[in-house]
C-alpha cells in the first residue's frame, strides 16, 4: 500500500504542476519559461533569473506562484513521512486517487478552448483595473514559437543595406517592425523608414528573426546579447 501511495502522490504532483503551467500559458508566459518557473518554485529551486521577474510583476503569476510553493513544501513533507515510515499502509489512498483523479480531469478541461477563454477572462478580470505602464523586459514581447524577437543591426562598410532605406529593404506586409536607427548619438524614430541608411548606423528591429535575416543580408544566429550578455537582452549583430 505505501509503494501505492507514493506512486499516487507522484502523479498528484505531476497534475498539479501541469495544471500551474497551463495557467502561468494563459496569462501569456511562453511554454518553455511557464514550465521552467512552475518546476522552479514547486521544488523551491529559488532559480533568480531575469524570467522570474516576469512571474512577480504579475498579479495572477504571483498568486500560482504562491499556491506553487505552498503545496511543494507541504509534499516533501509528506513523501518524507510516508518513506521514513518504511512505506506502511496507508488508509487514505482512495481519496488520495480521488484527487488525482479530479485533478487530471481539470487538466483536460483547461485544454478545452471554451474552459480556456473562460478561465483567460477569470485572470484577466482580477487584474488592475487600472491602466499601469513601465518597462517590460525583452522576454515579454520575444515569441519563440513564432521566431519573434527584438533584433539589432550594427551596420558596417560592406553592409547591402547601406545607401537604402527600410521602406525598401523590408517585405510589404510581413510582421517586421523597424523601432529607431540610432546615428551619431541621436535616435531617429519619425523619419526611420525614409532614412537612407549608412555606415554605423544601428538599426533595432522587432519580428520575425527569419525574415530579418533574409532581407537586411545577415545572419543571427550567434545568440550574443547586447551588452555582451546573453541575459534577454536584445540580439545583436552586423550587416
Excluded at 518557473?37 to 512571474?55: P, Y
Excluded at 551619431?184 to 524614430?189: E, M, N, S, V, Y
Excluded at 555606415?199 to 533595432?204: N, P
Amino acid at each position: 500500500m505505501g509503494y501505492a501511495f507514493i506512486l499516487v502522490y507522484l502523479i498528484l504532483i505531476l497534475l498539479v504542476l501541469r495544471i500551474c503551467t497551463r495557467l502561468l500559458l494563459m496569462t501569456g508566459l511562453e511554454p518553455s519559461q511557464a514550465s521552467f518557473q512552475a518546476v522552479s518554485m514547486l521544488t523551491g529551486a529559488g532559480f533568480t533569473t531575469s524570467e522570474s521577474e516576469l512571474v512577480l510583476r504579475h498579479p495572477v503569476r504571483r498568486r500560482i506562484g504562491t499556491a506553487l510553493i505552498l503545496f511543494g513544501a507541504f509534499s516533501l513533507a509528506v513523501l518524507i513521512s510516508v518513506i521514513s515510515n518504511l512505506l506502511s499502509e496507508n488508509t487514505h489512498l482512495r481519496a488520495l486517487s480521488a484527487t488525482a483523479l479530479l485533478l487530471a480531469l481539470g487538466l483536460l478541461a483547461l485544454r478545452l478552448p471554451p474552459v480556456n477563454r473562460r478561465v483567460s477572462h477569470w485572470m484577466a478580470s482580477h487584474l488592475p483595473s487600472h491602466t499601469e505602464g513601465g518597462p517590460i523586459p525583452v522576454e515579454e514581447l520575444a515569441d519563440d514559437e513564432r521566431n519573434e524577437d527584438v533584433l539589432g543591426l550594427q551596420l558596417a562598410a560592406d553592409s547591402p543595406l547601406i545607401g537604402k532605406k527600410l521602406r525598401d529593404v523590408l517585405p510589404e506586409g510581413e510582421e517586421v517592425v523597424p523601432l529607431l536607427i540610432k546615428r551619431d548619438g541621436r535616435k531617429l524614430r519619425k523619419e526611420r523608414w525614409e532614412t537612407v541608411l549608412r555606415e554605423g548606423d544601428f538599426v533595432l528591429f522587432y519580428g520575425d528573426e527569419s525574415i530579418i535575416e533574409e532581407s537586411c543580408g545577415v545572419k543571427l544566429g550567434n545568440g550574443k546579447r547586447s551588452g555582451g550578455k546573453d541575459d534577454g537582452g536584445t540580439k545583436e549583430g552586423r550587416a
